[in-house]
């Protein structure tokens, strides 16, 4: 692959500007604070191609990504679309020679991702997913925590959920044909903060889902996300995952992610974290507050990545693990039975 000079040398244009989060003044934001240079936007809505405008002055404005593409000097490309559009956008620009970044999720099944990977490599181009929370202060501390200091001695399972009682709202991540479904959204990231700490391969997994019970007072009725969707990941050490992502939990958990190991427990939210350790046949508690996150360093990785060669922190092959657990758990969850996972 090419190497840049530095960082200025690299045109980024994003494709979708929508007003939900506004993902794509920000998206553009983190690469100009990395060094990159924005040079164009994509977006179907011609009044958010206006406010793209007023954001970056003298930006080129595409209605496709066709157009764009023919027309732009963008090196990078960044895909902030619905989930079911990631992948054929990325194969677009991958096999235009362009560098290419999805939001997360990368894709919603294995094989769109083995698609990604295969034309990144025949084009000798980049390929990443947006994981900026692999640096949330909550699993910063917890890697170094558990894994570098082994506070709580060996990991044998992990409980990763997120959800509680209430209606899907109407937007498109209640579709499941447009989002994936229930497990595509926070689920992945949860799945990205294990993999951090379970550090071998996923051999099986095992998919379980309710659905029905929201459907019909939805705009999508039949096409509506599961009501509740689970997941129970084995790995090659032993170690188990349960994650879980639901919208008819009448009594949540507190923590997203709560980690057990043979001399304790460690969870946390967003925010907190709380740590149990035994000790002469005691169990003491400890609480207090994550560490600020780094998301920034995502943007800086992939910067260096293309001017000096570093390595890619968030790799295709790294942004395909947690899109194989959960297609072969929505397969598992349809077929009943479980299913081996492929590549770990």
Same mark, same amino acid.
Not at 54 to 66: K, V
Not at 311 to 316: E, F, G, P, T, Y
């Given at each position: 692959?090419?190497?840049?000079?530095?960082?200025?040398?690299?045109?980024?244009?994003?494709?979708?500007?929508?007003?939900?989060?506004?993902?794509?003044?920000? +998206?553009?934001?983190?690469?100009?604070?990395?060094?990159?240079? %924005?040079?164009?936007?994509?977006?179907?809505?011609?009044?958010?191609?206006?406010?793209?405008?007023?954001?970056?002055?003298?930006?080129?404005?595409?209605?496709?990504?066709?157009?764009?593409?023919?027309?732009? #000097?963008?090196?990078?490309?960044?895909?902030?679309?619905?989930?079911?559009?990631?992948? %054929?956008?990325?194969?677009?620009?991958?096999?235009?020679?362009?560098?290419?970044?999805?939001? $997360?999720?990368?894709?919603?099944?294995?094989?769109?991702?083995?698609?990604?990977?295969?034309?990144?490599?025949?084009?000798?181009?980049?390929?990443?997913?947006? *994981?900026?929370? *692999?640096?949330?202060?909550?699993?910063?501390?917890?890697?170094?925590?558990?894994?570098?200091?082994?506070?709580?001695?060996?990991?044998?399972?992990?409980?990763?959920?997120?959800?509680?009682?209430?209606? %899907?709202?109407?937007?498109?991540?209640?579709?499941?044909?447009?989002?994936?479904?229930?497990?595509?959204?926070?689920?992945? *990231?949860?799945?990205?903060?294990?993999?951090?700490?379970?550090?071998?391969?996923?051999?099986?997994?095992?998919?379980?889902?309710?659905?029905?019970?929201?459907?019909?007072?939805?705009?999508?009725?039949?096409?509506?996300?599961?009501?509740?969707?689970?997941?129970?990941?084995?790995? $090659?050490?032993?170690?188990?995952?349960?994650?879980?992502? =639901?919208?008819?939990?009448?009594?949540?958990?507190?923590?997203?992610?709560?980690?057990?190991?043979?001399?304790?427990?460690?969870?946390? =939210?967003?925010?907190?974290?709380?740590?149990?350790? +035994?000790?002469? /046949?005691?169990?003491?508690?400890?609480?207090?507050?994550?560490?600020?996150?780094?998301?920034?360093?995502?943007?800086?990785?992939?910067?260096?990545?293309?001017?000096? /060669?570093?390595?890619?922190?968030?790799?295709?092959?790294?942004? #395909?693990?947690?899109?194989?657990?959960?297609?072969?758990?929505?397969?598992?969850?349809?077929?009943?039975?479980?299913?081996?996972?492929?590549?770990?």
């Amino acid at each position: 692959m090419k190497l840049y000079k530095q960082a200025s040398d690299i045109k980024v244009a994003v494709v979708g500007y929508g007003g939900a989060f506004n993902m794509g003044r920000t +998206h553009l934001r983190e690469m100009q604070a990395a060094g990159m240079i %924005p040079c164009a936007v994509v977006e179907i809505d011609p009044a958010r191609l206006q406010i793209a405008e007023q954001d970056f002055p003298g930006i080129e404005r595409y209605a496709s990504i066709g157009e764009m593409l023919k027309n732009s #000097r963008a090196d990078l490309v960044t895909i902030i679309t619905p989930h079911n559009s990631h992948a %054929p956008l990325a194969l677009e620009c991958l096999n235009a020679g362009r560098h290419v970044i999805c939001e $997360k999720p990368m894709a919603i099944t294995t094989q769109e991702c083995d698609a990604m990977i295969a034309a990144a490599k025949s084009n000798d181009a980049m390929l990443s997913a947006y *994981h900026n929370r *692999h640096w949330d202060g909550g699993i910063m501390r917890a890697v170094d925590e558990i894994r570098n200091k082994r506070v709580i001695g060996d990991i044998y399972r992990i409980d990763a959920h997120m959800g509680g009682y209430g209606q %899907p709202g109407d937007w498109w991540r209640s579709s499941r044909t447009i989002s994936g479904g229930i497990l595509y959204d926070w689920g992945v *990231h949860l799945l990205e903060y294990s993999f951090q700490l379970i550090d071998t391969d996923l051999t099986e997994v095992s998919g379980y889902a309710k659905s029905g019970y929201w459907a019909h007072k939805t705009a999508w009725k039949h096409d509506a996300i599961e009501d509740e969707s689970a997941a129970i990941l084995r790995f $090659k050490d032993g170690a188990w995952l349960n994650l879980t992502m =639901t919208h008819l939990d009448s009594n949540p958990r507190p923590s997203w992610m709560e980690v057990f190991g043979t001399e304790g427990a460690y969870s946390w =939210t967003g925010d907190d974290y709380t740590v149990i350790k +035994h000790s002469d /046949g005691i169990a003491r508690s400890e609480k207090g507050k994550n560490p600020k996150g780094q998301g920034e360093r995502y943007y800086e990785n992939i910067a260096a990545h293309l001017t000096k /060669g570093e390595k890619l922190v968030i790799s295709a092959e790294w942004s #395909r693990r947690p899109i194989h657990a959960i297609d072969m758990a929505v397969q598992s969850a349809k077929q009943g039975r479980s299913l081996p996972a492929k590549y770990g």
